[in-house]
């Protein structure tokens, strides 16, 4: 009798452990590796939706090869983009996807009940670093560093139309922008939450122009894209739009052809404003995930951070302008939290 029961306890207790790990989404592999079936992982739309999936194909195996190493089997890796920013945190909250790669600090920080960040994005820096529009437009075309950067600039940046030019002819002269000059202008800018498309350029204005915001501005069009807001600066539909420091990099090329101006973007744009330092976009998971257990976390950030050592990983990561990851904590992002309580204040 003694026996049946103990027979038939541990059948329950093996019910039990088999329940709680298909509860957590993965089981045990013949080689000992833990199985996860799919790892769902959403990319943020900063680049064309059909880019970013052509481009980051080669992730699904470099993944399932590094995981394999650290003692994840990975079944699956499927690879969306949201389509928006906000869509992406909401995703995360929702456990419906389980990896965010390329959301900024201050959208991290809208969700961040909902997800964890796990590692910072490294960078390029870049040939010029100065708080002085001049200091970028005296030294184009802006080139790489070898010094990585965990963080960039925000830039205004004004376009070859008669009010794009008559502003950047002034702030090369020296002279000072006034809220008038600005205020003339069409500008283009990202969603509310995009750091260098909306909340840094929002604090620029602030700290320059007593208080005022993006929202005072009479003449503003939200676009959803940068290649979207570079194409109606080349048009001359809008004057000014705000984006980060290496977008003319990224759209050198598409200048002259998708655009199609005939000068370089070197020539027909300038600086206007630069706003300060913002920290680096972010790989965030979900905490509703059933996957994300603490080691399994610790063995994708090691994976990514092994994405550069290979140029088949470095072409991956590059759809971003990433180099390279670092772990990050939540508060690495302490400086941001601020900029959102600006934005929050001026929500009230």
Request: hydrophobic share 40%; aromatic share 8%.
């Amino acid at each position: 009798m003694k026996k049946a029961l103990f027979v038939l306890l541990m059948a329950l207790v093996a019910v039990s452990l088999f329940a709680n790990g298909a509860a957590e989404g993965t089981a045990a592999s013949a080689d000992g590796n833990t199985v996860i079936d799919t790892l769902r992982i959403m990319y943020v739309p900063s680049r064309e939706p059909a880019e970013i999936v052509t481009v980051t194909e080669p992730l699904k195996d470099l993944l399932k090869s590094e995981l394999a190493g650290l003692g994840y089997t990975v079944n699956n890796v499927d690879i969306s983009v949201g389509t928006s920013y906000e869509a992406v945190g909401v995703a995360l909250t929702a456990g419906s996807a389980d990896v965010s790669v390329g959301m900024p600090a201050n959208t991290y920080l809208l969700y961040d009940q909902g997800c964890d960040v796990i590692l910072t994005a490294t960078r390029d820096g870049l040939s010029v670093d100065s708080d002085d529009p001049r200091d970028w437009n005296n030294n184009e075309p802006i080139t790489a560093s070898t010094e990585q950067a965990v963080g960039y600039r925000a830039l205004m940046i004004a376009g070859p139309s008669a009010k794009g030019q008559e502003l950047r002819d002034k702030v090369n002269a020296g002279q000072a922008l006034t809220w008038d000059d600005l205020n003339s202008a069409n500008w283009a800018v990202m969603g509310s939450t995009s750091s260098a498309g909306y909340v840094y350029p929002t604090m620029w204005l602030m700290n320059n122009y007593d208080g005022k915001t993006i929202a005072d501005l009479e003449h503003t069009v939200q676009v959803d894209s940068y290649p979207s807001a570079f194409a109606r600066l080349a048009s001359g539909q809008v004057d000014i739009l705000c984006t980060f420091a290496d977008a003319r990099r990224d759209y050198e090329d598409d200048w002259t052809s998708t655009f199609g101006r005939t000068a370089s973007v070197w020539e027909e744009t300038d600086v206007i404003g630069v706003t300060p330092m913002i920290y680096n976009d972010t790989v965030c998971v979900s905490k509703s995930s059933p996957v994300m257990t603490e080691d399994f976390v610790s063995a994708l950030q090691q994976a990514f951070m092994n994405l550069n050592k290979t140029q088949e990983g470095r072409d991956v990561i590059a759809i971003y302008s990433h180099t390279g990851y670092m772990p990050a904590t939540s508060a690495d992002y302490d400086n941001e939290r601020v900029a959102q309580e600006i934005m929050r204040s001026l929500n009230n």
